[in-house]
């Protein structure tokens, strides 16, 4: 039997386990699905099979047909991801191929031309059999993944699944920032923007009692992060003006305690939410799925109400997180509310643990000075970097 000619091989190659399982099933039954060929003998679909016919020396019936390199190459893409048994990083890098054959892959949710509304990404998931919004998800986690593919290959394996794939490249990511060169001890990005790098009990000790106008913080939520906020009720009692806000995210799990230890130094004021879109925070143990984030409200002293104060808010986006952001990072909008309820234009708004510096960027976008620090150098970096971006368009869009 003659050596099949070079084709449009459009697919990685089956691992091992595969084309075992194929080739026992073709020794057992024989080639039940003809292989596609074009005119000149190329393979457009079929070259595990027709490989496998060759290695048993038995007849490979085969269907040809007469199309030009594009629309083979659309073919292989089309067959392939209608049949295989893909995961859905390999789905969604075929699929980018087909869309980029279609001419489409630039026209995510709009209408193209010639073809109207049929060329165009979603519409291309339909006729595949896949709802667009699960194709989009598997296009971002895909492009996630995209420089880890050793991740990417276990999650097509089921071996992990997709949001344990994306924190851990998260968590390698941020590994990456943590061997590098720690950042400076204190970096000042103008507009009265200071970011310093170690705990806030020790590098935030010489700001004056009683000089900062508000504290807005995210504090960790784990068990061993709970004693902290004894510390920071302390912290923001010294350092706030008289009936002025700590406004910190907390937990579900410790609330209680929480709640507890910041009024160990202040006074209580209320307990408003954040609303979160995307996928649930399911805790298991207690088969429930969250939805929203609490967040403590309380004064230094007695309160002294300067503006009305909205309770919750609605997180923007769909909760998504990319590769590069912090493990834990928040939506910059809800901040960007809390801190233009309690401060006014250029007062200070002081946060402990800054984090990936969303109370930095919501400062930034309100007029108000701002001053964070954070333990781990990686947050720090991530910080700086964040702010920075926006200070160079702000310039970028000034010039």
């Known amino acids: ?44 679909d079929g070259h595990n ?52 054959v279609r001419g489409v892959a630039k026209r995510i949710g709009r209408a193209g031309r010639p073809r109207g509304n ?11 059999g896949v709802e667009p919004r699960t194709a989009r998800r598997r296009l971002r986690l895909a492009e996630k993944l ?18 344990r794939a994306e924190e851990l490249v998260r968590r390698e990511n941020f590994d990456r920032r943590r061997a590098a060169a720690p950042p400076p001890p204190v970096v000042a990005l103008g507009s009265g923007i200071e970011v310093r790098c170690g705990d806030f009990r020790d ?20 068990f061993p992060g709970v004693p902290l906020y004894s510390d920071l009720s302390k912290f923001a009692a010294r350092v706030l003006k008289p009936g002025r806000l700590l406004v910190a995210y907390c937990g579900k799990v ?5 709640l507890g230890r910041l009024g160990e130094h202040m006074e209580y004021v209320w307990l408003g939410a954040v609303f979160l879109p995307g996928r649930h925070t399911e805790m298991r143990s207690r088969m429930v799925r969250g939805r929203w984030r609490p967040v403590a409200i309380f004064s230094a002293g007695k309160y002294r109400p300067r503006h009305w104060i909205i309770d919750a808010f609605t997180s923007e986006g769909n909760g998504a997180k990319g590769p590069t952001d ?6 910059v909008g809800p901040f960007v509310r809390w801190v233009e309820q309690v401060t006014e ?21 309100t007029g108000r000075r701002f001053l964070g620090c954070d333990i781990d150098p990686a947050s720090v970096s991530l910080t700086i970097e964040r702010l920075r971006g926006v200070e160079a368009r702000d310039v970028e869009s000034a010039s």
Not at 22 to 28: F, G, H, Q
Not at 54 to 83: F, H, S, Y
Not at 254 to 258: C, G, H, N, V, Y
Request: aromatic share 4%; charged share 30%; proline share 7%.
């Open 1 to 44: 039997m003659s050596t099949p000619l070079p084709g449009f091989q459009v697919m990685p190659a089956l691992d091992d386990d595969a084309r075992a399982a194929l080739r026992a099933d073709i020794e057992a039954h024989g080639i039940q699905v003809p292989i596609v060929r074009t005119r000149d003998g190329r393979i457009v």
């Open 49 to 100: 099979r027709a490989q496998i016919a060759e290695e048993l020396g038995i007849e490979c019936p085969a269907v040809v047909v007469d199309v030009g390199d594009d629309e083979a190459t659309e073919m292989a893409l089309r067959l392939n991801i209608l049949r295989r048994h893909m995961g859905p990083v390999a789905w969604a890098e075929a699929f980018r191929r087909l869309a980029e």
């Open 118 to 128: 049929a060329d165009t990404l979603s519409a291309l998931s339909r006729e595949l």
């Open 146 to 163: 995209a420089e880890h593919p050793d991740l990417a290959a276990k999650v097509d394996r089921g071996e992990i699944d997709a949001r």
């Open 203 to 222: 590098v935030l000790a010489d700001i004056p009692d009683g000089s900062v106008d508000a504290v807005v913080c995210d504090p960790p939520y784990d």
């Open 254 to 258: 410790d609330l209680p305690e929480q």
């Open 326 to 331: 912090h493990r834990w990072q928040q939506s």
């Open 345 to 365: 234009a250029d007062e200070l708004v002081v946060d402990p643990f800054c984090g990936s510096g969303t109370t930095g960027l919501a400062c930034q976008a």
